[in-house]
């Protein structure tokens, strides 16, 4: 018996951090062998913030970053396909055909669109339909179950509105995948004022080594540390027992713990950009394969492909 399929992923905009750890990839840790797995690198959707060339010129590195340090916090790659989205053939074609089966008000109204926005240069079409180009990674591989921070639930009920409307339509059975939502863990900055967040650099990333961690909880000024051990103690005790942080220092300690041997690992790997591309490569075949299965499943029942769109007719009126 197949096992149910499993989607998750991330864009390519630079190193991940302790919370994103915390807050989307620890579930899926926890469960992705379990499932036959894919890990989506969203490069089309990191345009939506991030477009520039300078951008797309860091892009190669950053998504080699991020396979090795999914990799080095615990995804086994004999379990979890690595695929580049826009090398999906059959991407953009679902992607269009979706995104007519959708209310706009429902994405003018989406608040974790609205929240994107307000940390973006501008708003533009792409950001409006991010939700539904998410739909299209997510329908096209045939999720099953899809682990989700809380920030992206409103996001998964966009993809829900758009299968209901395609089965509702045309009969079909697309099924609509289950969400797993991973722990409330946002993890406050090292500013003390933001969530952790890369475009505030105000991070503990997951490349930082034991001497680099040290150093960043170390300068935080004593009058702010009863904070910052407060929600870490929280937001940690989520994923590991924190009962014996008793002071500052345990807290040290517990985030090294956990990071540094991600960062050690992900140094290693980074050693060999062959083995992660090959890895990448292997994973969006895989991909492609799994969404031309879904694309023809939706397509020639309806008539809309090239090759079915004619047949019955022999002649017009």
């Given at each position: 018996m197949s096992k149910d399929i499993l989607i998750t992923g991330g864009r390519p905009t630079g190193n991940l951090h302790l919370g994103h750890f915390l807050g989307a990839f620890k579930k899926t840790v926890d469960i992705h062998k379990n499932y036959n797995s894919f890990f989506i690198i969203s490069n089309f959707h990191m345009l939506t913030t991030k477009k520039r060339l300078k951008d797309l010129e860091e892009m190669p590195k950053n998504i080699l970053d991020m396979v090795a340090e999914c990799i080095a916090m615990g995804m086994d790659p004999d379990s979890i396909n690595f695929y580049l989205q826009s090398n999906i053939i059959e991407m953009p074609k679902l992607y269009t055909f979706i995104q007519n089966h959708i209310n706009i008000n429902s994405l003018i109204d989406n608040d974790s669109i609205n929240e994107m926005k307000n940390h973006s240069q501008s708003f533009s079409l792409g950001l409006l339909a991010y939700s539904v180009m998410e739909a299209a990674d997510i329908i096209g591989i045939g999720a099953d179950v899809v682990p989700v921070g809380v920030d992206n639930i409103d996001h998964l009920n966009i993809t829900h509105q758009i299968i209901d409307s395609i089965n509702k339509e045309y009969s079909s059975s697309l099924k609509k995948p289950e969400v797993i939502q991973s722990?409330?863990?946002?993890?406050?900055?090292?500013?003390?004022?933001?969530?952790?967040?890369?475009?505030?650099d105000n991070c503990i990333y997951l490349k930082d080594d034991r001497d680099i961690i040290y150093q960043k909880l170390n300068n935080?000024?004593?009058?702010?540390?009863?904070?910052?051990?407060?929600?870490?103690?929280?937001?940690?005790?989520?994923?590991?027992?924190?009962?014996?942080?008793?002071?500052?220092?345990?807290?040290?300690?517990?985030?090294?713990?956990?990071?540094?041997?991600?960062?050690?690992?992900?140094?290693?790997?980074?050693?060999?950009?062959?083995?992660?591309i090959k890895l990448i490569d292997e994973g969006t075949q895989k991909a492609n394969e799994q969404f031309s299965f879904?694309?023809?499943s939706i397509f020639e029942p309806i008539k809309f492909t090239s090759k079915s769109i004619f047949e019955g007719i022999d002649k017009f009126e």
């Amino acid at each position: 018996m197949s096992k149910d399929i499993l989607i998750t992923g991330g864009r390519p905009t630079g190193n991940l951090h302790l919370g994103h750890f915390l807050g989307a990839f620890k579930k899926t840790v926890d469960i992705h062998k379990n499932y036959n797995s894919f890990f989506i690198i969203s490069n089309f959707h990191m345009l939506t913030t991030k477009k520039r060339l300078k951008d797309l010129e860091e892009m190669p590195k950053n998504i080699l970053d991020m396979v090795a340090e999914c990799i080095a916090m615990g995804m086994d790659p004999d379990s979890i396909n690595f695929y580049l989205q826009s090398n999906i053939i059959e991407m953009p074609k679902l992607y269009t055909f979706i995104q007519n089966h959708i209310n706009i008000n429902s994405l003018i109204d989406n608040d974790s669109i609205n929240e994107m926005k307000n940390h973006s240069q501008s708003f533009s079409l792409g950001l409006l339909a991010y939700s539904v180009m998410e739909a299209a990674d997510i329908i096209g591989i045939g999720a099953d179950v899809v682990p989700v921070g809380v920030d992206n639930i409103d996001h998964l009920n966009i993809t829900h509105q758009i299968i209901d409307s395609i089965n509702k339509e045309y009969s079909s059975s697309l099924k609509k995948p289950e969400v797993i939502q991973s722990v409330q863990a946002n993890i406050i900055g090292l500013d003390l004022k933001n969530k952790m967040s890369k475009s505030l650099d105000n991070c503990i990333y997951l490349k930082d080594d034991r001497d680099i961690i040290y150093q960043k909880l170390n300068n935080i000024e004593p009058k702010k540390r009863y904070d910052l051990l407060m929600n870490f103690k929280e937001a940690l005790g989520q994923h590991y027992d924190t009962k014996f942080i008793a002071n500052y220092s345990d807290l040290i300690d517990l985030v090294i713990e956990i990071v540094d041997p991600i960062s050690l690992k992900r140094k290693e790997l980074l050693s060999d950009p062959s083995y992660l591309i090959k890895l990448i490569d292997e994973g969006t075949q895989k991909a492609n394969e799994q969404f031309s299965f879904t694309v023809n499943s939706i397509f020639e029942p309806i008539k809309f492909t090239s090759k079915s769109i004619f047949e019955g007719i022999d002649k017009f009126e």
